[in-house]
């Protein structure tokens, strides 16, 4: 299979699994969402240490070691991928998947933002329009829901420091996620013994069946992440930018098919608002993708006939 095919099937199993998430945390109930993130954080670091054992891949932490401003960095991911988690699993689980689906729906607005406040990035003109009709459709779901969407802004925004950080610290991400998960490990058990310590855990207390899907968090955090990180050495970034509406596309039809969620009129308009402002986003990254590779074209030919 040409490699870059085998990209392209990385990343649709890694968004889809991504995309299946609102099925699997229901599952974990009578756990509470914090009890839950806390055995996520610590199986989804078993789990990433068992993959780097089975690759032999240990020359990184030496090296890592050495650079104190990336693990500084990875500290703050590790923060704010828990802000991340928790509140992705509060939504599933008190009944606003469909409001979680928009928050990863907006998300590549918010990173367009972030980068013209904190990067200096200039926006091109239809970059702004995508973001001006974002803007709008909070404002109509704000109406819709009787308060601001803060759910959807907060996993958006959270989601979108995580990327900018990672994006700092260079750092590949089963690595990455060592560290973090190394980070986190030490209050997230804090937590579970204290749990467990005041008779409040669930781990051992629901089945066999409920503590073997609590370990398994740490399965389905690892592994669509290696698959993502196998599909970002390979595929266009252009690509990957469309691979991505598949997780809040299958979270959307979660929420609306399964869930059963309410959806107003009002509501549909927001998200259909949103939808028209990333397909104009999405058009633009197309469009200037296009006319880059064309520039590099030109110039590699000019090299070739002045050599």
Known sequence: MPDLRRGVWFGVAAYTMWGLFPLYWPLLKPSGAVEILAHRMAWSLVAVLAVLAVRRHWSWVRTLARQPAKLALLTIAAVVVTVNWGMYIYAVNSGHVVESALGYFINPLVSVVFGVVLLRERLRPLQWTAVGFGALAVLVLTLDYGRLPWIALTLAMSFGVYGLVKKRANVPATESLAVETLVLVVPALGYLFFLHGSGQ?????????????????????????????????????????????????????????IVKETMPSSRWIGFSIVWLALAIFTYDSFRTARAQARIRKSAGTLNHVVT
Do not use: D, K, W
Request: hydrophobic share 55%.
């Open 201 to 257: 855990g669930t781990f051992g207390q629901e089945g066999l069946g409920h503590a073997a899907l609590l370990v398994g968090a740490g399965l389905v955090t690892a592994v669509p992440l290696i698959c993502f990180g196998a599909a970002a050495i390979r595929v266009p970034l252009s690509t990957m930018g469309l691979l991505q509406y598949i997780a809040p596309l299958l979270q959307f039809a979660c929420g609306v098919l």
